[in-house]
């Protein structure tokens, strides 16, 4: 008896199946107009908005500043250690997505992810060069590659490139002064950097929502995987009333048989779906929840006479009730729960914290840094020297004057670095590194002090606002 040959694992990954998706009118797709509009028009949009800064820096809007570690919204300023202000929209958008998630399901996905937005736009462009379903079925399915077959697809995916040309312009744009990196792009002077991420963000954008859709969504998205953690019974979610539309029947002479349910099999929410499923095979994990379905079926079921809403937002929780013939839940029902309503709370708590954090900061900061090396010096006359690197942070938009006091031990005196006085100008909008020495003069101190602790106090003395750093003091007087 020969041996049996042991049967190969299944594959973890399905190769691609072009789907074509049909054109479909209705509240979700409006709804999902209007979003890719605003969202699209944001992101190309933002990095044009001019806001004056003053002399010294870019008067755009939005702008993350690489070379002088800043980030720049509107009249908002965050400076490198002030991460924590990022690290909180970070942590808000973590919740955000969580509570979209636990009461309507993958509504981000579907509505606002940038796969979902761009891969709509590039799915209307491909319907307006090569036109709705059935026009773009046939020409798959075309063997022949004729001279109008060419020109088609030539022209789409010329107008796909102008997409991602312009999404991967418009990233860059967001690093520098937008209006100066366009005519530097233009003439070739931009820097390197500027044309390699141009071409990687052209590429992917042109690849992802052209022609590997479903497949970051599947594959290389972990959100789907993810959201189950997110869900319970009550999230509401696109589904198919199955109690009601089966048995599937087709029209016999426009009418329904009184034995089948409300569904006729027309396929009208699988010839609209943008990943392929069939919502009636119940969740999956390719469903986005963009609801076309609906639109679909609501457009199917006005047409037969029967009520919407055969597929719908529907939770887990709902099929029992609704089976033994009561009415449907509220949505609000089903979003008001103690799991919404927890990161609601998170969220909001967050936020104001980040508002409060941004009133009360100061427009002027210190930060003190002892030289270590040598930790004090004994001068000729017996004082003793400490040196610090102090640096002054100055927020406004004009050079401020600062004074830098001590105070803690009255014996204690400060010589700035470079010039007699206690005063030194900070450039506007900037940091500046100014050497201080503190000086004890001789027997200021007791035997036993080695260690004294005290403060450093800056002044503007333009406006009056301070800023104080606590410090230590080393050194031994005899």
């Known amino acids: 008896m020969a041996d049996s040959?042991?049967?190969?694992?299944p594959s973890l990954y399905a190769a691609r199946e072009p789907i074509f998706p049909r054109r479909v009118s209705g509240k979700f797709r409006n709804l999902k107009w209007v979003i890719m509009i605003v969202t699209l028009g944001v992101y190309y949009l933002t990095p044009w908005i001019r806001w004056d800064r003053g002399p010294n820096l870019p008067d755009q809007a939005v702008l993350v500043d690489l070379a002088n570690r800043r980030f720049f919204f509107f009249w908002i300023e965050i400076w490198p250690h002030e991460f924590y202000f990022i690290a909180g929209l970070l942590i808000m958008a973590g919740l955000g997505l969580f509570l979209f998630t636990s009461a309507l399901g993958r509504v981000w996905c579907g509505y606002a992810c940038p796969q979902t937005v761009w891969t709509d736009l590039f799915i209307l462009v491909e319907r307006w060069v090569e036109g709705d379903r059935n026009a773009r079925l046939r020409l798959h399915r075309q063997k022949k590659l004729d001279f109008r077959k060419a020109r088609l697809r030539l022209t789409k995916w010329v107008l796909w490139f102008l997409i991602g040309l312009a999404t991967g312009g418009a990233w860059v744009f967001y690093f520098t002064d937008a209006p100066t990196l366009l005519r530097d792009l233009v003439t070739l002077n931009a820097h390197p950097v500027a044309y390699t991420t141009m071409l990687v963000l052209t590429m992917t954008t042109f690849i992802f929502g052209g022609f590997?859709?479903?497949?970051?969504?599947?594959?290389?998205?972990?959100?789907?995987?993810?959201?189950?953690?997110?869900?319970?019974?009550?999230?509401?979610t696109v589904g198919y009333r199955e109690w009601r539309g089966e048995p599937r029947g087709k029209l016999k002479k426009g009418k329904l048989d009184a034995?089948?349910?409300d569904c006729i099999d027309c396929m009208a929410c699988v010839n609209v779906c943008p990943m392929g499923i069939d919502i009636r095979d119940g969740q999956q994990l390719e469903c986005i929840t963009c609801a076309l379905c609906i639109d679909a079926c609501d457009d199917v079921m006005a047409?037969?006479?029967?009520?919407?809403?055969?597929?719908?937002?529907?939770?887990?929780?709902?099929?029992?009730?609704?089976?033994?013939?009561n009415d449907p839940r509220p949505v609000w029902r089903h979003i008001f729960r103690p799991r919404t309503i927890m990161y609601t709370t998170l969220w909001s708590l967050v936020g104001l914290g980040l508002v409060f954090a941004l009133f009360i900061r100061p427009d002027v900061e210190m930060n003190v840094a002892p030289v270590r090396n040598p930790t004090f010096v004994?001068?000729?006359?017996g004082s003793i020297r400490n040196t610090y690197d102090v640096?002054?942070?100055?927020?406004?938009?004009?050079?401020?004057?600062?004074?830098?006091?001590?105070?803690?031990?009255?014996?204690?005196r400060v010589q700035l670095e470079g010039t007699p006085y206690e005063s030194v100008t900070v450039p506007a909008d900037s940091n500046y590194l100014q050497r201080v020495y503190v000086i004890a003069p001789p027997d200021s101190q007791p035997a036993e002090a080695e260690r004294t602790e005290f403060?450093?106090?800056?002044?503007?003395?333009?406006?009056?606002?301070?800023?104080?750093?606590d410090t230590i003091f080393n050194g031994r007087t005899n």
């Open 5 to 9: 040959q042991p049967e190969a694992p």
């Open 212 to 236: 590997a859709r479903e497949q970051i969504c599947i594959y290389a998205c972990p959100w789907p995987r993810i959201q189950a953690a997110m869900m319970d019974e009550d999230t509401l």
């Open 259 to 261: 034995n089948q349910g």
């Open 303 to 325: 047409k037969i006479g029967k009520p919407r809403g055969l597929i719908d937002y529907l939770a887990a929780s709902d099929e029992t009730s609704e089976r033994a013939g």
């Open 378 to 381: 004994t001068l000729s006359d």
């Open 391 to 412: 640096r002054l942070l100055n927020k406004h938009g004009d050079d401020r004057p600062f004074r830098i006091t001590v105070a803690g031990d009255p014996a204690l």
């Open 455 to 469: 403060r450093f106090w800056v002044e503007d003395t333009s406006n009056g606002e301070r800023a104080y750093k």
